[in-house]
């Protein structure tokens, strides 16, 4: 219930792949990945049924740098990007960084934390609105983004000239036998979707710090790629490790995916009783319980 930094063993094949680097001189990386590193992310999403060229795929400090580079290639001062409440912090820092605002997209526990209605997108959009950002699994609420609310989101950031920003990185821990989903399968909403993904949460490598901006957008690519070479590159090494990472994604994901269903059954069947004792607590503080909880996300 905190910070997401997976206690699962990360798979061994990431310092394996570190430990047989071999050359003799550590040069910079290319500015937009190491070729392995981007060929293997490009394999990951053909099995997706997702194909990206080399140039549509930017290799970042985790997906964080990825954020924080795309924020600054589309943002102006004073620029709105819609999220549904409650929303991952860092989303705020990294916005504002950049000079924009978060306008929030309400959600009620009661209505699922749910958000991709007309209605409710419509709300939140105003004329400085440059972007939608979504997670799916959402991150803190868990909310998985249903097919026809994929088309919903689609439709809307198309219809309004939108970025639609999909952070992927937790895409495969979904349960109860729903599939895997990417908005990258939507291809009618290519020039307008930015994705962000990472290794951190997928395969328990959040130490390493590679992730990646991926989008079919030409000249927003264009505009990373500059911001990339400011930085000069990712860390060498890790990109080595990562790239084995994608190897062994699918067996890693079968063994893992279960125990995280689990603990997410505990949990459901916990939190109520931990519940039940607060209320029934003198001395627990009644204006926190019945404080609305999303207005501890406004800032």
């Not at 639609?164 to 979707?193: K, M, N």
Request: aromatic share 10%; hydrophobic share 40%.
């Amino acid at each position: 219930m905190n910070i997401g930094q997976p206690d699962l063993p990360t798979p061994g094949e990431f310092f394996a792949a570190i430990r047989g680097f071999d050359a003799t001189v550590l040069d910079y990386a290319p500015s937009p990945g190491l070729p392995c590193l981007v060929s293997a992310i490009r394999d990951y999403y053909e099995e997706l049924g997702v194909h990206l060229e080399s140039e549509q795929v930017l290799v970042t400090a985790g997906g964080s740098e990825a954020l924080q580079i795309l924020m600054l290639c589309i943002l102006d001062a004073d620029s709105e990007v819609m999220n549904p409440e409650p929303f991952y912090p860092n989303y705020q820092t990294i916005v504002r960084a950049a000079g924009g605002v978060i306008r929030p997209i309400s959600t009620t526990p009661e209505c699922g934390c749910r958000y991709a209605t007309p209605t409710q997108l419509e709300a939140a959009c105003t004329k400085r609105t440059r972007a939608i950002l979504v997670s799916s699994p959402g991150n803190p609420t868990g909310v998985v983004l249903q097919p026809e609310e994929m088309r919903v989101l689609a439709d809307f950031a198309k219809s309004h000239d939108l970025y639609l920003i999909s952070d992927e990185v937790y895409r495969e821990f979904v349960y109860d036998g729903q599939p895997p989903a990417s908005f990258a399968q939507l291809e009618d909403v290519s020039e307008h979707l930015v994705l962000i993904d990472s290794v951190s949460r997928r395969y328990s490598a959040c130490g390493a710090r590679i992730g990646a901006l991926l989008s079919k957008n030409a000249p927003l690519m264009g505009q990373s790629m500059q911001l990339a070479q400011a930085r000069l590159s990712v860390s060498a090494l890790e990109q080595y490790g990562a790239a084995a990472l994608y190897a062994c994604g699918g067996k890693y994901l079968a063994d893992t995916v279960p125990l995280y269903r689990a603990r997410r059954d505990i949990c459901f069947e916990m939190l109520p009783k931990i519940q039940l004792l607060y209320e029934g607590h003198s001395t627990w503080p009644k204006k926190a319980v019945l404080r609305p909880w999303r207005t501890m996300w406004q800032f």
